[in-house]
Nanobody, 119 residues
Framework: QVQLVESGGGLVQAGGSLRLSCAAS????????MGWHRQAPGKQREQREL??????????NYADSVKGRFTISRDNAKNTVYLQMNSLKPEDTAVYYC??????????WGKGTLVTVSS
């Protein structure tokens, strides 16, 4: 059973920083593409947007809205993926979800962690 548990969300002022963590179990973590997605208040699940992703080889990609501010990384020894978020803006307010994608293309999701950025 794949489990993804996010942590690190909270309330922060605009311009501040947070570091999200996602601990994975029940999966061969090192072979998985890991991603962070977010769902803004009032948006539906289908409207979740990709924030950042990192492949098993360490290649990364980011949404244009977070480039230069957010950094995704992974520690395969700890089965954990991180999202360092700097220069946070009120529009970054959302529930942030961790996603694991198998080599066969199957997705697993965590339950999310809330990030609130006050102006």
């Amino acid at each position: 059973q794949v489990q993804l548990v996010e942590s690190g969300g909270g309330l922060v002022q605009a311009g501040g920083s947070l570091r999200l963590s996602c601990a994975a179990s029940g999966t061969i973590f090192s072979t998985r593409t890991m991603g962070w997605h977010r769902q803004a208040p009032g948006k539906q699940r289908e409207q979740r947007e990709l924030v950042a992703a990192i492949t098993s080889g360490g290649s990364t990609n980011y949404a244009d809205s977070v480039k230069g501010r957010f950094t995704i990384s992974r520690d395969n020894a700890k089965n954990t993926v991180y999202l360092q978020m700097n220069s946070l803006k009120p529009e970054d307010t959302a529930v942030y979800y961790c996603k694991s994608t198998t080599t066969g293309g199957r997705d697993y999701w965590g339950k999310g962690t809330l990030v609130t950025v006050s102006s």
